[in-house]
Nanobody, 114 residues
């Protein structure tokens, strides 16, 4: 079955950096577009970054463009999100998934303090 395990979150000061990882299994990771999402309480989960098959194309929402970088290692079935110059408004639970959303992981909490 599909399993997604996010890690790498934590507490960081504004301006700091974190690198999130997502270990995926149970589906053809190499042949899947992969996405990072985030969710804050009382709001819907939103996609913030996507990476196509073979890393040919990456897309970002405006709020993270220029600060976050999505990447993938198809040999390790792992998705990454490098987050630089973090802001308080980046505080959220971060999730990864493909476009099918068959299952969700537990997410990883990112908290940015001022």
């Amino acid at each position: 079955q599909v399993q997604l395990v996010e890690s790498g979150g934590g507490l960081v000061q504004a301006g700091g950096s974190l690198r999130l990882s997502c270990e995926a299994s149970g589906f053809a990771f190499k042949y899947s577009t992969m996405n990072w999402y985030r969710q804050v309480p009382d709001k819907e989960r939103e996609v913030i970054a996507s990476i196509s098959i073979g890393s040919a194309r990456t897309t970002y929402v405006d709020a993270v463009k220029g600060r976050f970088t999505i990447s993938r290692d198809d040999n390790r079935n792992t998705l990454y999100l490098q987050m630089n110059n973090l802001k308080q408004e980046d505080t959220a639970v971060y999730y990864c998934n493909n476009n099918l959303h068959t299952a969700w992981g537990q997410g990883t909490q990112v908290t940015v303090s001022h």
